[in-house]
């Protein structure tokens, strides 16, 4: 069995899936949840709310796309949590869109999100907002919508990204990669790893297949779980 499973905004995900999921974590294993996962069914129509809506703790109430054309979409105000404390004290960026999610009681909010002082066009009314710089806009107000949320689940947890974290990290956001690494670092009992010297940098280690199961799917797949 998979120490954990990783869903990088899989959008479509069935029912029954959902409840495969829901055992995984109950006996044990971490969920990584981001972006729209379960925002549909496994042949595709949209969901009210998510499919992982209990597991997760969280309700899906919209898409926040309004700084989808900004460099960066969103700030990330962090909480005292000590995961954080393996980061450096920086502006912590992610892209747009977020999803806008309403949590539930008990649920631990590790960030939320930040929106920018304009944006990089026109808003909903035809305001001018344009951001003439060459540098991205920098922080404004504060919301109430969380960035990450955890939950305790049995004797496993969930960890809900409300963006692209995985996407962030294949636009070479660095702090991203670093959060992922010290999460699973954090969780996993038995954590294997491998160090990636390929790139000259300093050696990054990385985490084998037989810990982290990574599933994805396109849309309108059928949501079964190949494991």
Do not use: M
């Amino acid at each position: 069995a998979y120490q954990a499973v990783v869903l990088p905004k899989v959008t479509c995900l069935s029912s029954s899936g959902a409840e495969t999921l829901g055992r995984s974590v109950e006996s044990g294993g971490l969920l990584i949840a981001t972006g729209l996962t379960g925002t549909r069914q496994a042949d595709s129509p949209v969901r009210p709310s998510f499919a992982l809506a209990d597991l997760i703790g969280c309700d899906f109430e919209n898409t926040f796309d309004l700084y989808k054309k900004n460099l960066w979409g969103t700030y990330l105000n962090r909480s005292a949590d000590t995961l954080w404390k393996e980061l450096a004290d920086s502006t912590l960026a992610v892209q747009a869109p977020f999803i806008a999610v309403k949590p539930r009681p008990g649920v631990r909010i590790l960030a939320i999100h930040i929106l920018p002082a304009a944006v990089w066009c026109k808003d909903a009314d035809e305001n001018e907002q344009c951001w003439v710089n060459w540098e991205p806009t920098p922080t404004a107000k504060i919301t109430e919508f969380p960035a990450l949320v955890e939950t305790i689940r049995g004797k496993g947890k969930v960890v809900c990204a409300s963006f692209d974290l995985y996407g962030t990290i294949n636009r070479d956001y660095q702090w991203p990669q670093e959060f992922h690494y010290h999460l699973l670092r954090s969780n996993l009992k038995r954590p294997p790893l491998r160090v990636d010297l390929t790139n000259g940098a300093v050696p990054a280690p990385r985490f084998t297949r037989s810990a982290v199961r990574t599933c994805s799917w396109c849309t309108g797949s059928t949501g079964r779980f190949p494991f």
